[in-house]
T-cell receptor, first 113, second 111 residues
Framework: AQSVTQPDIHITVSEGASLELRCNYSYGATPYLFWYVQSPGQGLQLLLKYFSGDTLVQGIKGFEAEFKRSQSSFNLRKPSVHWSDAAEYFCAVGDTGGFKTIFGAGTRLFVKA | NAGVMQNPRHLVRRRGQEARLRCSPMKGHSHVYWYRQLPEEGLKFMVYLQKENIIDESGMPKERFSAEFPKEGPSILRIQQVVRGDSAAYFC?????????FGQGTRLTVV
């Protein structure tokens, strides 16, 4: 069965510091992988997605993620965090048709001055 | 091309009432998914529908919850006899063959 694990429930980083959010997935074939961000009381915004090809994916707002098949991971990174990045981040896996998306439990990012 | 539209954005119901949540998919999308997000939790898949068909309802509670996606009009998630535990944000998504696009959600509060 498909599943997504985000091992960190909360992460706190200083503004300007680098960020890495971890995501591990379980899927029987090559998955479609996504990172979404959700600000308080808001909907989901897609940061980036991986379908195939280059395993380093660039997204919006300066985020990137790297697909590592050997580790079943799709970690999200940002070299320098801004206070406005404070939000909840969800990793997700979709089937090959992209139809049914399974979400991780989320990682809440706090940014301190 | 408008995005996925959900209404209402906020819904308050008393215990025992019915809640109807509507979702209009993006133009050209015939696949709709409903998710529930409980406070401080991630999104849990509820149901996947195509026009006039339920494809996967493995995440739907067995009682009181139903969903439809008629040939014409929006998809409807219906919750009968709501209880306080139904209070959550309900998100709808529609899909082309590569990505799910999400609506802004409906926040249901049961008082």
């Amino acid at each position: 069965a498909q599943s997504v694990t985000q091992p960190d429930i909360h992460i706190t980083v200083s503004e300007g510091a680098s960020l890495e959010l971890r995501c591990n997935y379980s899927y029987g074939a090559t998955p479609y992988l996504f990172w979404y961000v959700q600000s308080p009381g808001q909907g989901l915004q897609l940061l980036l997605k991986y379908f195939s090809g280059d395993t380093l994916v660039q997204g919006i707002k300066g985020f990137e993620a790297e697909f590592k098949r050997s580790q079943s991971s799709f970690n999200l990174r940002k070299p320098s965090v801004h206070w406005s990045d404070a939000a909840e981040y969800f990793c997700a896996v979709g089937d090959t048709g992209g139809f049914k998306t399974i979400f991780g439990a989320g990682t809440r990012l706090f940014v301190k001055a | 091309n408008a995005g996925v539209m959900q209404n209402p954005r906020h819904l308050v119901r008393r215990r025992g009432q019915e809640a109807r949540l509507r979702c209009s998919p993006m133009k050209g999308h015939s696949h709709v998914y409903w998710y529930r997000q409980l406070p401080e939790e991630g999104l849990k898949f509820m149901v996947y529908l195509q026009k006039e068909n339920i494809i996967d309802e493995s995440g739907m509670p067995k009682e009181r919850f139903s969903a439809e996606f008629p040939k014409e009009g929006p998809s409807i998630l219906r919750i009968q006899q709501v209880v306080r535990g139904d209070s959550a944000a309900y998100f709808c998504a529609s899909s082309d063959r590569s990505e799910a696009f999400f609506g802004q959600g409906t926040r249901l509060t049961v008082v």
